[in-house]
């Protein structure tokens, strides 16, 4: 058996990220999103959703850590972010040309979670709890939807059936395109359910799209998943 390199986690993670890690790695022009509305799944504790306020886009972050108070969720993030630290640069799956060091990661990590504490505190209503692979918002509800770190990298711990069904759920609500990042597992090899997204009958009417970026961290992790409606066939 062919011995694990990545990251090893006993259970999904909640660490945040912030709105200039999302712009780089979904490719997002700012000024393009003004005026739109942008679904956050899998939010967690990133400050996302309130940098975007600030700057004029209309974010819903969606997570079930949602549920709990800020209290409890403040005592869950340092641990989760300190098990990550202290593994992560003996690691040797992950490239460090952006973040440099393991302490700046953690540096940029930290002003995540306590940008989105405050606004979680001053804005709940900006914060929807739940669980994929069911969203409680209607159909066409938002222009693109997001998902950072959950699908494909928990390969190990989510269902392709999991995967199909939060795939037809989020364009459910989304009138526009999805754009799920990364493509790879933890391991950084390439998740085996893309292929089998693209061939799954149930999702024929959807078009999946790997787009490149400039963003990678962990390895082979340049690039997400673009889900979108293909175009009626013209007679």
């Known amino acids: 058996m062919q011995s694990k390199r990545g990251l090893q986690l006993d259970r999904i993670v909640l660490l945040g990220r912030t709105f200039e890690e999302y712009r780089r790695c979904f490719l997002l022009e700012p000024d393009a999103l003004v005026g739109k509305r942008i679904l ?13 306020h600030n ?16 209290e409890k969720i403040a005592e869950r993030s340092e641990p989760d972010l300190q098990f990550v630290y202290r593994g992560i640069g003996r690691v040797p799956t992950y490239r460090w ?3 440099e060091t393991p302490e ?6 930290e002003r995540a979670y306590s940008t989105f504490l405050s606004d979680y505190t001053t ?13 409680p918002f209607a159909d066409g509800e938002f222009d693109i939807t997001l998902v ?14 999991f995967h199909r069904e939060s795939v037809l759920e989020i364009m459910r609500v ?19 359910y893309v292929p089998m997204l693209r ?11 790997e787009i490149k970026t400039d963003f990678e961290f962990l390895a082979n992790s340049n690039s997400f998943l673009r889900v979108s409606r293909k175009s009626p066939l013209k007679l």
């Open 174 to 192: 989304t009138r526009g395109e999805a754009r799920i990042y990364p493509t790879v597992t933890f391991e950084a090899q390439a998740s085996d």
């Open 123 to 135: 804005h709940p209503g900006r914060y929807v709890a739940g669980e994929l692979p069911t969203l």
């Open 199 to 209: 061939s799954d009958p149930a999702l024929q009417q959807f078009d999946f799209t």
């Open 97 to 99: 040309s952006y973040y």
């Open 148 to 161: 950072w770190y959950f699908l494909f990298a928990y390969q190990e711990r989510l269902s392709y059936e």
């Open 55 to 70: 700057c004029g886009i209309n974010v819903t972050s969606f997570d079930p850590i949602y549920a709990l108070g800020a």
């Open 40 to 52: 956050d799944v899998a939010g967690g504790v990133s400050s996302f959703c309130a940098e975007a």
């Open 104 to 109: 700046r990661m953690r540096d940029f990590r």
